[in-house]
């Protein structure tokens, strides 16, 4: 009796690691980014706001044209998460002055490196 108890639960513990095993993905994709007119111009004033932030210069004019490019997302039904918007970084100078990069990070076709940046206009 002892035989079948045994084989049976070799038989369970055999379809458990099978299974175990199986890699199974609860990972969801990332939504494609909106590539149209409307994200395009609230990139464009995300951008312009960063930089006018980091250069101290025109931040009101800046603060304005953001706040209308987000209105215009939100009256077309759009998320900022849904823009493609570009990774923006403070790079220090020389004599305690400021600059900015904006760039997209994307994986590398060659293979060489992860990723590389490709920079916004």
């Not at 987000?70 to 970084?89: F, H, K, N, S, Y």
Request: charged share 20%; with cysteine; glycine share 8%.
């Amino acid at each position: 009796m002892n035989v079948w108890k045994y084989s049976a639960l070799s038989v369970a513990l055999t379809l458990l690691v099978a299974c175990a095993g199986a890699p199974v993905s609860h990972d969801v994709a990332p939504a494609e980014p909106v590539a149209g007119a409307v994200c395009q111009a609230y990139v464009q004033a995300w951008v312009t706001h960063f930089r006018a932030h980091v250069s101290g210069s025109r931040l009101d004019v800046a603060q304005s044209r953001l706040q209308q490019a987000q209105a215009r997302l939100v009256t077309d039904g759009i998320g900022e998460d849904e823009c493609d918007r570009p990774d923006c970084m403070v790079v220090p100078l020389a004599g305690g002055r400021l600059d900015s990069y904006c760039g997209y990070r994307r994986p590398d076709p060659t293979g060489r490196e992860l990723y590389r940046w490709v920079s916004y206009r």
